[in-house]
C-alpha cells in the first residue's frame, strides 16, 4: 500500500517562500513519476508541476513555471516543491501524487493520470 503524506503548508506573505515535502511510503519510489497538484475553493484541481522517476525530467503548468521548482531525494523516499515568490492566487490545497506505469523519462501531467494522492497540505498567500 502506497502512502504519501505532505507536509510545509501555512501562511506566507506575497513575495515569500515556502517548500512542501511529499514523504512516500510503501512500493518502490524509483518507479513513481511524481507530481504536485493544487486546488483552490470552487475550483477544479490543477496540475502545477511534475518530475520522472529518474529525477532528470520536470514539466511546470505555466502558471508556476520560474517560480516553483519540483525535485526528489531517493534516499529520502521524498519529493519536494519549492515555491517562490508566491502569489495570492497560488492560495490553494496542494496535493502531492505518485502513479505506476510510465517510462522513466516521463512526467504524467493530467489529474487521471495518478494513482495514490496525499491528504492535501493548505497553503495561504496573503496580499
Known amino acids: 500500500q502506497v502512502q504519501l503524506a505532505e507536509s510545509g503548508g501555512g501562511l506566507v506573505q506575497a513575495g515569500g517562500s515556502l517548500r512542501l515535502s511529499c514523504a512516500v511510503s510503501?512500493?518502490?519510489?524509483?518507479?513513481?513519476?511524481m507530481g504536485w497538484f493544487r486546488q483552490a475553493p470552487g475550483k477544479e484541481r490543477e496540475f502545477v508541476a511534475a518530475?520522472?522517476?529518474?529525477?532528470?525530467?520536470?514539466s511546470y503548468a505555466d502558471s508556476v513555471k520560474g517560480r516553483f521548482t519540483i525535485s526528489r531525494d531517493s534516499a529520502k523516499n521524498t519529493v519536494y516543491l519549492q515555491m517562490n515568490s508566491l502569489k495570492p492566487e497560488d492560495t490553494a490545497v496542494y496535493y502531492c501524487?505518485?502513479?505506476?506505469?510510465?517510462?522513466?523519462?516521463?512526467?504524467?501531467?493530467?489529474?487521471?493520470?495518478?494513482?495514490?494522492w496525499g491528504q492535501g497540505a493548505q497553503v495561504t498567500v496573503s496580499s
Open positions: 510503501g512500493g518502490t519510489f524509483n518507479s513513481y513519476p
Open positions: 518530475i520522472s522517476r529518474s529525477g532528470a525530467v520536470t
Open positions: 501524487a505518485a502513479t505506476l506505469g510510465y517510462t522513466y523519462s516521463y512526467t504524467p501531467d493530467q489529474k487521471d493520470q495518478y494513482r495514490y
